[in-house]
């Protein structure tokens, strides 16, 4: 009797709630396998147990904290290890910080640094050559609409994130012909646990029109289906996508103080310029909710 075929493997970090816990149920429905990682073991843990519950297939959990130097290489080599190809590297792992430059402590920038800059760029660093010879796979980087310009009382965070729109669309040209696709997800803003526990931030979400509040499955949804597209931007959400739009067919300037800087912001699983005009560009950020 011929062996199954190998399901593929979606490798997700920061997946133990919010986008990340999303994009790991949109995975899993869509028949993939998954590697869990985050910080928490136990919260993995569940996770992968009702995954496995409700989808069948198989769980893995792999606990890690993705800002510390060294963490993207152990993680790759278990995988080695175990001899598990990743055909999927989800990087949603990130940590926001709401607030006055000045009054936030040095540190606290350098872990935004260290996550959502350093651990992002080691992942691709350490998973990309194996998709390149293996001539297939799907990157998804989990970045925001605070991408596209500069936001008061989130300058360090909107600044990383910045970084990884353009990393992403560096590499989605750099990949071209090798049979891998790179994927910028840039939700606005989006209720879960990363935004309770920033305070600042969570005062002004309860002000917000419910309208502007994007869903975390609905964000993970879209995100799914332009990672499997291999669309290098997806903005989801008309009202987002109107404001990237906009804004890369103006002068770049701070966002306008009137609007809470929070709504700029895209929300993880765990709390720790614009681009020149193409005529593709309507295709690069529009991803359809």
């Not at 133990?16 to 790991?24: C, F, P, Q, V, Y």
């Not at 990884?164 to 910028?184: F, N």
């Not at 949804?221 to 804004?247: S, Y």
């Amino acid at each position: 009797m011929a062996a199954a075929p190998r399901r593929p493997v979606a490798l997700i970090t920061g997946a133990s709630s919010g986008i990340g816990e999303a994009l790991a149920q949109r995975f899993a429905r869509a028949g993939h396998d998954l590697v869990l990682v985050a910080r928490s073991a136990d919260k993995l843990q569940a996770l992968a147990d009702n995954l496995k519950r409700q989808h069948g297939g198989r769980a893995w959990v792999a606990p890690a904290d993705l800002a510390q130097p060294g963490a993207a290489a152990d993680l790759a080599a278990q995988m080695k290890r175990a001899r598990r190809p990743i055909d999927v590297l989800v990087n949603n792992a990130g940590v926001l910080e709401h607030g006055p430059f000045i009054g936030m402590p040095a540190a606290r920038h350098q872990q935004l640094i260290d996550l959502n800059i350093s651990g992002l760029t080691a992942l691709l660093a350490q998973f990309l050559p194996g998709m390149v010879a293996r001539g297939s796979g799907r990157v998804l980087n989990v970045a925001s609409i605070a991408s596209f310009q500069p936001v008061p009382s989130l300058a360090t965070y909107a600044a990383t994130k910045a970084y990884v729109l353009s990393l992403t669309e560096s590499l989605s040209e750099e990949l071209k012909g090798t049979g891998v696709t790179i994927t910028a997800l840039c939700p606005g803003i989006t209720a879960t646990h990363m935004l309770e526990a920033a305070s600042t931030a969570s005062a002004e979400l309860q002000r917000l029109p419910a309208f502007l509040v994007g869903d975390a499955d609905d964000v993970a949804d879209q995100g799914f289906a332009a990672c499997m597209a291999g669309t290098v931007v997806c903005v989801p959400g008309a009202i987002n996508r109107a404001t990237v739009t906009a804004g890369r067919s103006v002068i770049r300037q701070p966002a306008s103080r009137n609007i809470p800087a929070s709504a700029m912001a895209v929300r993880h699983s765990e709390t720790r310029s614009p681009a020149r005009e193409r005529k593709t560009e309507r295709e690069r950020v529009m991803c359809r909710s």
